[in-house]
């Protein structure tokens, strides 16, 4: 595991970009956010992406992007929450950073959700089912991470301080 990065994985709307922001900011570490890094560099909105190219080519961006960004240390990763679906991604995150799984149940998760227009995979008529047949599908590949927190149970704040606890710890303790 790399000393110097945190990747925040989990869900769509599990709070990686929320938390994440704040952590970086509580390390004074960089911020980065793979799903804005794949819209700045091709210009392209993810949803724009999606429907112009379709998922697999998304798929192959997502990957692309993540080997650029684990280059660089002392950052934050607030990933994609499909990025975890490729054995490929698991592997660099777990070699090259601190894996944190955001979790949330899917009841939550609708509930925040519920008036986003930009995440594609969750626009059809019934999200709440859509949030839970994925959530089930991906579960065993959020499991597979240095440490996880509950964000049904702790807020941004005590979420943030829970993991640079953790990550201290066992950071110095390599
Ligand atoms: N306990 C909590 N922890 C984190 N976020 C929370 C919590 N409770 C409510 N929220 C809200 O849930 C939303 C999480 O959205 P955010 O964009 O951070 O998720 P995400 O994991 O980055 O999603 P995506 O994968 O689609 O980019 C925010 O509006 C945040 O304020
Ligand atoms: O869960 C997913 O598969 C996705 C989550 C978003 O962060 C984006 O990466 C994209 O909308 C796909
Ligand atoms: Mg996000």
């Given at each position: 595991m790399s000393r110097n990065n945190i990747s925040l994985i989990g869900f769509?709307?599990?709070?990686k970009t929320t938390i994440g922001r704040n952590l970086a900011k509580a390390l004074n570490y960089e911020f980065v956010d793979v799903d804005r890094f794949i819209e700045e560099q091709e210009g392209m909105t993810i949803s724009q992406i999606f429907s112009c190219w379709g998922e697999t080519y998304f798929r192959q961006l997502e990957t692309k992007a993540l080997k650029e960004i684990l280059q660089k240390e002392k950052q934050v990763i607030s990933t994609?929450?499909?990025?975890?679906?490729?054995e490929e991604n698991r592997q660099l995150l777990m070699e090259h950073s601190f894996v944190v799984a955001l979790k949330a149940t899917p009841r939550n998760l609708y509930f925040r959700l519920k008036?986003?227009?930009?995440?594609?995979?969750?626009?059809?008529?019934?999200p709440e089912r859509t949030i839970r047949h994925m959530m089930h599908r991906r579960y065993p590949y959020y499991n597979q991470n240095h440490f996880s927190v509950e964000t049904d149970r702790h807020n941004v704040a005590d979420s943030v301080s829970l993991i640079m606890e953790n990550y201290m710890e066992k950071r110095s303790a390599l």
């Open positions: 769509m709307g599990t709070g994609g929450g499909g990025i975890v679906i490729k008036e986003s227009t930009t995440r594609p995979l969750i626009q059809g008529p019934h």
